[in-house]
């Protein structure tokens, strides 16, 4: 069962701010490499609509840090009581690792994957483009879900 007590420092709009940022960054990288596979079907394509959904997909990454970020703010003490149950080092080997893998998959990765998508887009790489943004839709999928876990097992939203 979710905790919903230790949700209550986030409150509504945090929540409600971390699943649509959630949506839309899953959704914005499925719908990014829909339309990239696309310019490997039909060859004579505008770039303009790749390069448009690139721009979207990387204002939904920062739409995501920052309700990451408000959650982070929001439910501080919570993240301190969890590393006071146990040291650094059980906080580390434990939650720690799921909490590593979250920045790593669900946001660093994707930053610079995304700015190499754009770079892609820029010369007219479209095959290049297309493969990658099948990595940034796994790699955020893997993000959410580990986001997911921590909602689900500690009741906190990342």
Not at 49 to 78: E, N
Not at 109 to 119: E, G, I, R, V, Y
Request: charged fraction near 10%.
């Amino acid at each position: 069962a979710l905790r919903f007590s230790v949700l209550s420092g986030l409150g509504g709009f945090g929540l409600a701010a971390s699943f649509l940022s959630s949506s839309r960054l899953v959704g914005g990288a499925a719908t990014a490499m829909v339309l990239g596979h696309w310019y490997l079907v039909v060859k004579d394509l505008s770039f303009a609509p790749l390069s448009r959904v690139t721009l979207v997909l990387m204002a939904a990454l920062v739409l995501r840090v920052a309700a990451i970020a408000l959650a982070a703010c929001a439910q501080g003490g919570r993240w301190e009581a969890l590393v006071a149950n146990g040291d650094w080092t059980g906080f580390f080997l434990g939650h720690g690792v799921f909490l590593m893998a979250r920045g790593i998959f669900g946001i660093i990765a994707p930053a610079f994957l995304l700015w190499m998508t754009w770079k892609c887009v820029q010369i007219r790489s479209n095959q290049s483009a297309t493969g990658i943004l099948y990595v940034i839709l796994a790699f955020v999928v893997i993000g959410e879900i580990i986001a997911k876990y921590f909602l689900v097992s500690e009741g906190l939203v990342i």
